[in-house]
């Protein structure tokens, strides 16, 4: 895809006589009140997809939400495909509109949620005041609503200053993304922006943490508690010795976070254990940070405090950091701008709060700038009957994803790398 753009520059910098027929760039003004009718429109999409349950492994429920979904992308003109995602039990949902343009946009959002099968025939869609409410109303079917009313405003406005709008949609984020994360990857390659929609609000952000397991096994000598406690090594004690001494080994300011989290080790409750296992979540934006964090462990692990205990660890790596660069800033910058246009404060965050998301595999290929959290804001995400979606955030999150797509397809070329790039306009 980069050696077609490369192509398509030189074409238009060679001077070809036909110009290129965009359609004019709409206006402020004509985004504002589009985004401002998508809202009934919005809250209708959102309503269908929360009423739909669609837990990550259950398979009827991600089926119907993938229905739903293509059947949304196609009427707003879209190409549609879907791809099975194994060992996921949904399919990716994926939309292509062509445009007349040079620059390309990923829009992402997963359409699975936490909540077990059943849980949404007690737990309806509903509007209170400013909140919605539902099962996924805001993890992260807001996202997908802002994604479908963007793309609706764009084509309502005759907006074709890209190159492709590919909007993906998938089923398995809960779960770590296991069958959607090489396509997003790839996709994201051949793109030059990725814009995430998980929750945010005012929020956009720039950088999410890397998320690794530490498992830490003891193997020590069984004896009786009671009768013969010296003969045996205990596990759970060694254990417990690492555990103390490894507690403070974050590194906030360099977003290393690492703590244990879960333990298990003995049979009876007479017998001096010979085995203890424990693993820790870690948090990181450097891989080298993770990398002294096990040097630091294997030199514990070196020398045991207790006579006759081994120790081990072992680090399984899950999803990868994202990190800012500079054509990422960029895009936010426009995201802020088009939030100052109509009075809506967006902060870009480039420091991550230790939270991850599908952006990480965007961002993996290093060929596309990725913004993450174009989602609404609200509360309670994960938390059956709790988690709501706040809706003044309706319009003005249709208005800066729109509204920053314009900004940031109109320009003489493709963007460049996002790691040295620099958005011309
Ligand atoms: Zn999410």
Redesign the pocket.
Known sequence: MRNIFLAMTTLAVAGSCAPVAWAKAPSVAQLKAASQAEEPVFLQRLEQLVDIDSGSDNAQGLAAAADCLAGKLTSLGLRVSRIAAPPSAGDVVVGTLKGKGRRSFLLIA?YDTVYPAGTGRNWKYKVEGNRIHGPGAL??KSGIAVILSSVAVLKRLGFDDFSTITVLFNPD??TGSAGSRDLIARLASQHDFTLSA??GGTQRLLATSGIARLTMTVTGAASHAGVAPEQGSNALVEASNVIARTRDWSLPARGLKFNWTLSHSGQKANVIPDQAEASADIRYLKKADVDALLVRLGTLAASPSVPGTQVAFAVAYSRPPLLPTPLSRQFAELARDAGDEIGYPVEIVDQPFGGA?DAAYAASSGKSAVVESFGLAGQG?HAVFKEYAERDGIVPGIYVMSRSIVQAGAGPGPATAPQHGKLER
Do not use: F, I, T
Request: proline share 11%.
């Open positions: 997963h993890d992260a984020e809960e998980e929750p998301s995400n």
